[in-house]
């Protein structure tokens, strides 16, 4: 198994307190890996500095060749990345925000091409925002925009795509489309990270990363009973793992 | 609306303040045919409404940049240090000079729009130098509340040195349109078209921007190098129209609202509607500035702050209704 992304933090420290350390993370080639932990446990650091975007004292290799040696556009074309609840572009219309995915294929001030446009439709499409293509982003929903900005991050078609929180503001059938999507980029050979809340949605992935306290507890298969171990041992003994037609779950009981 | 549509509008809307502005005066309409006449509306009424315009959209320009690039709706030209540098740049060549209250001479007015010109990059670039670089944007908004404090301290005393400087630097500080020559026009087109051309490069950076820092840097803008050409951009815009007409309250806030009020836009046009907005926000003001109270004229700077205030309430309180 191939690595897309491999992280090796020995820390990130802001403000005198260090938020991760003794990282050693290796993100496999075509799947979907899913970081869970409960709050503060600096899932998010962690997807910030793996993608480069926090200053950190560590290395990263992405496809084999350092993170810092990717010239920006091409590195940008390779790893795409959304943030926790995005803020901003209010006055921008949807469809602008989901071309700015398309930022690093363009030569810098050209115009979207007919590939452009293809690739925002098809992203928009996908997460069922293409309706609302020509409203403002400060008009809509927060399920409604975060489903503009997953079509955004899509948009980039990057081999790599790290996500933070998702899944926020998306009502159950919205999380259920966004898992296929995943499982499809996935079939297509690309690699997802996504930071997970919902437990019981992780539980799906293909990869398993547990943090606590600003380190790797456990990774694993969310199959493994030595991750529903490493689970209980973080969440606390009320978690509750059980099978349910053939899909594992879990449960604050 | 369409952008092209309403870029058509405001520029429109430019054009008849310019002619408003030619046939405003104190004496009113006059026969072309004097010889006198046609002498005033060349040579003065003329560059001086188109002076009028190129401040505007100066300021309107740099307050779409500032807006976009600190991804805060209330940015203005006026921040970091820039306002603050060159008052004080005036006030101490004022202090030094001694120059007479009534410095409506040109060679004085030329020398002081230097000095002013001067004096807001001075700030700024004192501002960068405090934010240690433009890799913050929080830290580089500080510095430039500290840098506008301080300088604006070092002018009171300046003003208290000398006090008669007071009604000179009440002038400048109230925004003064009736000194603008051929020279000023020229000087302001050149700076606008120079900053226009820097902010429609940097303008997909920041479109990109408005999802955050982080988002940006992932989608490949370099945000150091962008930061550093718009604030040179913002500057140069900045400089140019305070050292021509001095502060002018409130265009190069309420330019970019209005805009965005009116079309949603990536911010290639928005710096360039937001240019064309000032331009015939700060026209109009001058027309009116001139009118009311003929023979005599009010500071620009007092109509467009009564009247930009008063329009940026009714904009808060239309914003802050339910959209839908």
């Known amino acids: ?133 020509d409203r403002r982003l400060g008009s809509l929903s927060g399920g409604e925009r975060q489903r503009v900005l997953l079509a955004r991050a899509l948009a980039v078609q990057a081999p790599l795509t790290l996500m933070d929180e998702p899944l926020a503001h998306l009502d159950p059938p919205h999380q259920a489309e966004w898992m296929a999507l995943v499982r499809a980029r996935v079939a297509a050979g690309h690699s997802v990270v996504s930071v997970l809340h919902e437990l019981h949605l992780a539980l799906q992935a293909d990869h398993l990363v547990l943090m606590a306290d600003g380190r790797i507890v456990h990774t694993g298969s969310p199959a493994d009973t030595a991750t529903h171990e490493a689970l209980k041992r973080v969440f606390g003994p009320s978690l509750h793992i059980a099978q349910i037609e053939g899909r594992w779950v879990a449960l604050p009981l | 609306m369409r952008p092209g549509l309403l870029l058509a509008l405001l520029l429109l809307a430019g054009a008849i303040g310019v002619l408003a502005g030619v046939a405003t005066g104190s004496t009113g309409w006059a026969s072309l045919q004097d010889e006198g006449m046609s002498l005033i509306l060349w040579e003065i009424r003329l560059p001086r409404s188109l002076g009028a315009w190129c401040a505007g959209a100066l300021l309107g320009m740099a307050g779409a940049m500032a807006q976009g690039l600190f991804r805060n709706p209330l940015a203005d ?142 989608l490949g803008v370099r945000l150091s190098l962008v930061r550093l050409l718009l604030i040179f951009a913002f500057a140069l815009s900045t400089g140019a129209a305070v050292a021509q007409t001095g502060i002018v309250a409130f265009v190069g806030l309420v330019s970019p609202h209005l805009v965005r009020t009116f079309c949603a836009t990536l911010h290639s046009w928005l710096i360039l509607l937001s240019a064309a907005a000032g331009g015939a926000l700060l026209l109009a003001a001058d027309v009116i500035a001139r009118a009311v109270i003929r023979p005599q004229e009010l500071p620009v700077g007092l109509v467009t702050a009564l009247v930009g205030g008063v329009y940026l309430l009714v904009l808060m309180h239309r914003r802050g209704a339910p959209k839908r």
């Open chain 1, 1 to 133: 198994m191939s690595t897309a992304l491999h992280a090796r933090i020995a820390r990130v420290r802001i403000d005198g307190r260090d938020l991760i350390s003794d990282i050693d993370l290796a993100i496999p080639q075509g799947r979907w890996t899913a970081i869970v932990g409960p709050n503060g446990a600096g899932k998010s650091t962690l997807l910030r500095a793996a993608a480069g975007l926090q200053r950190c004292d560590g290395a990263m290799t992405l496809a084999e060749r350092p993170l810092q040696d990717w010239p920006a556009r091409e590195r940008a074309r390779q790893l795409a990345w959304m943030g926790q609840q995005e803020s901003g572009a209010d006055d921008l219309t949807a469809l602008d925000v989901v071309l700015l995915g398309r930022l690093p294929h363009r030569p810098w001030l050209a115009p979207p091409t007919v590939a452009d446009r293809a690739a925002v439709q098809a992203a928009m499409q996908a997460t069922q925002s293409w309706a609302w293509r």
């Open chain 2, 77 to 218: 030209p006026y921040l970091l240090g820039s306002a603050s540098g060159a008052q004080l740049a005036v006030a101490i060549a004022l202090a030094f000079t001694g120059v007479s209250a009534q410095n409506s001479s040109l060679l004085a007015h030329v020398g002081l729009t230097g000095i002013a010109f001067v004096g807001t990059l001075a700030g700024v670039g004192l501002t960068l130098v405090l934010a240690r670089g433009v890799e913050q944007t929080l830290r580089l908004l500080l510095a430039g509340v500290v840098v506008g404090v301080v300088l604006n301290a070092l002018t009171n005393l300046a003003t208290l040195w000398s006090p008669d400087i007071l009604r000179a630097m009440q002038a400048f500080l109230l925004g003064n349109t009736g000194l603008l020559g051929w020279n000023s026009v020229s000087v302001m087109a050149a700076s606008a078209i120079a900053a226009l051309l820097i902010g429609l490069v940097a303008s997909p950076a920041l479109d990109a921007l408005t999802l955050g820092e982080a988002t940006a840097t992932s």
